[in-house]
Nanobody
Framework: QVQLVESGGGLVQTGGSLRLSCAAS????????MGWYRQAPGKQRELVAV???????GYADSVKGRFTISRDNARNTVYLQMSTLKPEDTAVYYC???????????????WGQGTQVTVSS
């Protein structure tokens, strides 16, 4: 069983910063791509940023230059540094990871429970 636990959400003013963390635990052989998604009220969940096992990154156009994704493979943790936050960044942020749990299995997708980020204007 693999669990993803997010932390670091909260309330911040426009222009402020927050750092989200997501730690994976359980039976883990390796973690492939990790990413952050978000879902605002009444909207579909959307990709925010992804990072491969080797550290290659990708970002949604709406967050490029403001958000930075990183990971610590030794700690099975992915981070999202968010700067210059805007009210439109308000959403529940979810962590996602493709995890290989055993030597005999392929990677499966796991999700965290979500953490609320609210940016006040």
């Amino acid at each position: 069983q693999v669990q993803l636990v997010e932390s670091g959400g909260g309330l911040v003013q426009t222009g402020g910063s927050l750092r989200l963390s997501c730690a994976a635990s359980g039976t883990i052989v390796s973690i492939l791509t990790m990413g952050w998604y978000r879902q605002a009220p009444g909207k579909q969940r959307e990709l925010v940023a992804v990072i491969t096992q080797s550290g290659s990154t990708g970002y949604a156009d709406s967050v490029k230059g403001r958000f930075t994704i990183s990971r610590d493979n030794a700690r099975n943790t992915v981070y999202l540094q968010m700067s210059t936050l805007k009210p439109e960044d308000t959403a529940v942020y979810y962590c996602n990871a493709f995890v290989v749990a055993t030597m005999a299995s392929s990677a499966n997708s796991y999700w965290g429970q979500g953490t609320q980020v609210t940016v006040s204007s």
